[in-house]
């Protein structure tokens, strides 16, 4: 139930309560009343329908003889003409208390509306905002109320996420450079190094670990920078076939799965997405990669894409209460030393599927290894074929 609706039947709920209280009220005054002390009422005969209204007291204190009546005349009682007037006046008020009720009810939701109509605002404004979208304001005008105060705070809370958010771009721009410029020296340093003619084996052997250790550093410092962009949600949109990319990323790990002895099984349909490729390419590109890293020598890595892009790895055997866990940063199953992978590989998908209005959802293989699975929205617009 709504909050409008709500209110509603609130204010028709107290006016019922209030209406009842009158009507009681004035039937009760109305049982008090003595309308002729020791007499009686006549009305004409011919007028049936009009009885109480306009009758004629013909006697208040002393009888009165039928013969000196007309023909037509209608006698009443004192306590008949009172408990007809309660009577009318009961049902009466019923009836006006209904149309008022349903009037009530009406005016109500009217008044609901206008009152609630600030938070509806606040509520479009909400929903409106993105990542790269913090420009917007309420700016609501009125007196300065509860609403107002309302409004005001979320314009100023709004105004610090832009504060927050385009500190977190110069920052992410500026790690950019200041973390790949060292490691791109120490590469060709040691790439220098190593192509010496005296270089010794030792030597080779210490640069070899040292390029590998640059490596996995350059790699991390990339998921983390990808990390903190998709969290920022999409700066712009274009029309992506995730079938092709899901092809490309294939191809660019076909080396890691050879060298790992693990073969790729692809089933696809074309699927067009609206997004950023870049990104979508680093989504489905991490999940192959991790599916390859965490498999087990001659195993197999499942590529279906229909409704949903699903990757299925075969390999050790995932507990279900670990599973959560793994879309954490730098959470693996195994332990850190001796692994391929950074540990952001799942948490890297989770948010790039957040930002294409997405979700990732993984969960064990019965037989070993993960299932991973994607859903991202489909456009409607098919490849011609």
Not at 134 to 139: A, G, T, V
Not at 209 to 228: C, F, M, P, Q, Y
Not at 236 to 263: F, G, I
Request: charged share 20%; net charge negative; glycine share 8%.
């Amino acid at each position: 139930m709504t909050l409008r609706t709500r209110l509603t039947a609130w204010y028709a709920g107290v006016f019922l309560i209030a209406g009842i209280a009158l009507v009681a009220l004035n039937y009760f005054l109305l049982a008090e009343w003595a309308p002729l002390q020791g007499g009686m009422a006549a009305v004409s005969a011919t007028e049936p329908a009009m009885r109480l209204p306009g009758f004629e007291v013909l006697q208040t204190s002393e009888g009165i003889a039928a013969a000196e009546l007309p023909a037509n005349t209608l006698v009443y009682t004192a306590e008949q003409v009172k408990t007809d007037t309660m009577e009318t006046v009961l049902w009466q008020s019923v009836i006006a208390l209904l149309v008022a009720a349903v009037l009530a009810v009406w005016l109500g939701w009217v008044v609901a509306g206008r009152v609630l109509a600030p938070l509806h605002s606040i509520t479009t404004t909400a929903h409106r905002l993105e990542a790269e979208r913090l420009d917007e304001r309420i700016e609501l005008d009125g007196p300065p109320d509860e609403l107002k105060q309302l409004a005001d705070t979320f314009d100023g809370m709004l105004d610090r996420l832009a504060s927050s958010f385009d500190s977190q771009k110069r920052f992410v721009a500026n790690a950019s450079h200041e973390l790949r410029t060292p490691l791109a020296v120490q590469r060709t340093l040691i790439e220098v190094a190593l192509a010496a003619p005296d270089a010794s084996a030792e030597m080779r052997r210490l640069g070899a670990h040292l390029l590998d250790t640059n490596e996995r550093s350059e790699k991390l410092i990339d998921g983390l920078l990808v990390l903190a962009r998709s969290d920022r949600g999409l700066t712009s949109r274009e029309l992506v076939w995730l079938d092709e990319v899901v092809d490309d990323e294939v191809e660019a790990c076909a080396a890691l799965a050879s060298e790992k002895k693990v073969t790729f099984i692809v089933r696809t349909r074309t699927y067009l997405v609206e997004g950023d490729r870049v990104l979508i390419a680093q989504l489905v590109g991490n999940l192959l990669r991790n599916a390859v890293l965490y498999n087990h020598p001659g195993g197999t890595v499942l590529i279906t894409l229909d409704r949903q892009l699903t990757v299925t790895n075969t390999g050790p055997t995932v507990p279900a209460q670990a599973v959560p866990g793994l879309f954490e940063p730098f959470r693996r199953l195994q332990d850190r030393t001796g692994t391929a992978g950074s540990g952001l590989g799942l948490s890297i998908a989770r948010s790039v599927a957040k930002a294409h209005d997405g979700s990732v959802t993984a969960r064990p293989n019965g037989g070993g290894g993960l299932v991973v699975e994607v859903s991202l929205p489909e456009s409607g617009v098919r490849q011609p074929s």
